[in-house]
């Protein structure tokens, strides 16, 4: 089980500290992800990391604003943004799966989600 928490409102320009906690599985076996779904638009994909955090991957468009971490002994993965923007409002969502990939249906576990919204 995945369990995400951190989103809320916060104006343009401010930060934000997501974080999601693995239970019931062995979380350092897995790469750890974070994808987002804005209204009408399709998931896409954030940032990802791997077990050993020798790997990381982000998207062009938070590069440089969002950074991924991970803490394998709390079974926990973080997702720190700042300089948000309008355009990063969306549903973000943790994912585990096997992969340092972009793509979503190579996760295998995801979390519920939690409400990032910046006002501008």
């Known amino acids: 089980q995945l369990q995400a928490s951190g989103g809320g409102l916060v104006q343009a320009g401010g930060s934000l500290r997501l974080s999601c906690v693995v239970s019931g599985r062995t979380f350092s076996n897995y790469v750890m992800a974070w994808f987002r779904q804005a209204p009408g638009k399709e998931r896409e994909f954030v940032a990802n990391m791997n077990w050993s955090r020798s790997s990381t991957n982000y998207a062009d468009s938070v590069k440089g604003r969002f950074t991924i971490s991970r803490d394998n002994a709390k079974n926990t993965v973080f997702l720190q943004m700042n300089s948000l923007q309008p355009e990063d409002t969306a549903v973000y969502y943790c994912?585990?799966?096997?992969?340092?990939?972009?793509?979503?249906?190579?996760?295998?576990?995801w979390g519920q989600g939690t409400q990032v919204t910046v006002s501008s």
């Open positions: 994912a585990a799966g096997w992969f340092t990939d972009s793509a979503s249906n190579r996760y295998s576990y």
